[in-house]
Structure formats: C-alpha cells, structure tokens
C-alpha cells in the first residue's frame, strides 16, 4: 500500500500534512514508486502543470527502491527535490542489525514467547512463582519498533528466575519450545549477550 502526503515547508512552525493518495501497487519497485507520486502529482494540480521547481522536499523509508526512486528518476522531474530518509526507519534497521548479531538471544525470546501462548496455565504458574512486580516478557513483534529489545532487556533483568521457572517447573511438551529454552538457557554466552544488549540501551 503506497500512501501519498503532502504539505507546505514553513520556516517559522511545523506545517500541516494531508494524505492525498492512497494506492494497492501491484508490484512495488523504483518504476511504479515514480509513476505513482508524478501521477499523483499530476493528479493534485490538475488543471495547472505541476510547479516542478516548488517541489523540494521528499521524505521515505530507507527501502532500496525508494532511495532509488527518490535520488535517481525523481530528481531528474523535480530539480529542487531533496530526498532524505526516516531517522526512525534507520534507528529501526539498528534494532534489526542486533536482532541478527544475537541469534541466541532472538531464540530465546521467539521460544519464550511460544511457551506462554495460548497457554492460561503455563502464564498462572509464571505470575505464582516469579516475584509480585515482575509482569509477562513483553512480547516482541518485528513490525513494531523497539518492542524486542524491550524483550531483551526484560530476560536481562529477570533471566535467572525464567530459567528456574522454566528449567524446573514446566514439562516438556510436544510444543518443543520448552525443550528448545531449557537449551538456550543453559548456554553459557546467553547472559553475557543479554547483559551486553542492555547495556546498549
């Protein structure tokens, strides 16, 4: 889905934006991105020409297409055009890059999460067992951000009780992520790599 805004670059207070196209792209690459934002263009001023030089500022994603889009093909539409990417897309791809660098870590907290899903009695000895104030690990989702370093940050804080919790009380099932736990919870460079994420932070 390709959503198109537009505003007014103010020097003195932020502008306001408007959403004035939304489009399904049947295939979503550099060609179809230009094609898009100059017929929406187009679209928008009709019937005056596009003022292709009051054009100045474009802001995406970091993805390849739009970078290729925006610096490439509509520059050569839009003289003025300054291209830059999303600062939040980009601290985004950070927490991707350590999610990758921690494939031990990102197990645990993809079985950890298996382990109490759709689980009522698994969560009721977990609230029964750990300390009053420690709440179920936040649950990690790719599409939102920060959520699994703030997973990993949680199994830094409480990783010795989960490893009880789960080493001593839980059985394994046929699930195989309480099997696939108690593995990783007792590989030595787990805490260390947990540690060293918060310390990040």
């Given at each position: 889905?390709?959503?198109?805004?537009?505003?007014?670059?103010n020097?003195s207070?932020p502008?306001k934006?408007?959403l004035?196209?939304?489009?399904q792209?049947?295939?979503?690459n550099?060609v179809?991105?230009?094609?898009?934002?100059n017929?929406?263009?187009?679209?928008f001023?009709?019937?005056?020409?596009v003022?292709?030089?009051k054009i100045?500022?474009m802001?995406?994603?970091a993805?390849?297409?739009?970078?290729?889009?925006?610096?490439?093909?509509l520059?050569v539409?839009?003289?003025?055009?300054?291209?830059v990417t999303?600062?939040?897309?980009?601290?985004?791809?950070?927490v991707e890059?350590?999610?990758n660098?921690?494939?031990t870590?990102?197990?645990?907290i993809?079985?950890?999460?298996k382990?109490?899903?759709?689980?009522?009695?698994?969560?009721?000895?977990?609230?029964?067992?750990?300390?009053?104030?420690?709440?179920?690990s936040p649950?990690?989702?790719?599409?939102?951000?920060?959520?699994?370093?703030?997973a990993?940050?949680?199994?830094?804080e409480?990783?010795?009780?989960?490893?009880?919790l789960i080493?001593?009380?839980?059985?394994?099932?046929?699930?195989g992520?309480?099997?696939k736990?108690?593995?990783?919870?007792?590989?030595?460079?787990?805490?260390?790599e947990?540690?060293?994420?918060?310390?990040?932070?």
């Open positions: 889905m390709a959503n198109f805004l537009i505003g007014c670059l020097k207070a502008g934006y408007y004035i196209a939304c489009k792209l049947d295939k979503v550099h179809t991105m230009v094609r898009f934002i017929d929406t263009f187009m679209n001023f009709l019937p005056e020409i003022p292709t030089n100045l500022l802001v995406s994603n993805a390849s297409y739009m970078v290729k889009a925006g610096q490439q093909l520059k539409l839009y003289p003025n055009l300054v291209h999303c600062l939040a897309h980009g601290l985004n791809r950070v890059e350590i999610r660098s921690f494939p870590v990102n197990s645990l993809s079985n950890v999460k382990i109490f899903l759709k689980s009522p009695l698994r969560i009721q000895i977990y609230k029964e067992k750990l300390p009053i104030n420690t709440h179920l649950e990690p989702i790719i599409t939102r951000w920060l959520t699994w370093l703030n990993a940050c949680f199994y830094a409480h990783s010795l009780p989960i490893k009880e080493i001593l009380s839980f059985e394994e099932t046929n699930i992520a309480i099997s736990c108690k593995s990783i919870l007792e590989n030595r460079s787990l805490h260390n947990l540690c060293f994420i918060k310390l990040l932070l």
